[in-house]
C-alpha cells in the first residue's frame, strides 16, 4: 500500500522511461490507484554507490514505504536491491544495450558476448545487426540490401560490405572467423572480472 519511488538521472532519463517527469507520472498514477507513494528521488546514476549514499540521505521515507518501486534498468533494480532489505519491484522490462541512432530511436548494439569481432566486421556487429547471426558474410536471401527475415531492416552484412569496400578493406572478408567460442558469454551465471592495479580495462 505504501511505495518509495526511484529513477534514474542517466540512461532512463534519457529514454524518458525513468527520468523526473515519469516519475512524478507514476506517482500521480499510483496515487490515484489509492497507493500511498513515501517520497520519490531520481539518482544520478542508479547503477553504482551513489545509490548506497541516496538510500541513506533517504532513509526515513524508504523506511515508511512496504515497498520500493525502481524505474531503472534491470543493473538499477538490482543495486538498490543490495543496498536494502524493503521489497524492490522493476517498473521497467529491460530490452537491450543499445544507443541512441536519431533523438528517442535506440537500437542494440552490443551482447557482451566477450568475444569482439568488430574490428575484422567494419565496427558493425553481425552477432546485433543480423538476423541469424552469422559470422562469415551474408546468406544470400538479402533483396536490395535489406534482410529476407524483415524487410524493413538493413543486411548487416550488406553495411559491412560497403563500409570495408569505402576503406579497401575487402580482402579482409576472405579471412574466416571460427564458430563462436561462447564459453566467455555463457559462463554459468554472472560474469565476473578483475583488473588489478596498475591496468587498464
Known sequence: EKVYLIGCGTCATMCQTGGKSEVLDMKDKLEAADKKVTGWMVIPTACDELTREALKENAKDVEAADAILVMTCAFGVQTVALYTDKPVYPALNTLFLGMEESPGYFIEACIQCGGCVLGRTACICPLVRCAKNLLNGPCGGSVEGKCEVSPDTLCAWQMIYDRLAATGRLDELEEIEPVK?????????????????????
Open 181 to 201: 567460442d561462447w564459453s566467455t558469454s555463457l559462463s554459468g551465471g554472472s560474469r565476473k572480472t578483475t583488473i588489478e592495479a596498475g591496468e587498464t580495462a
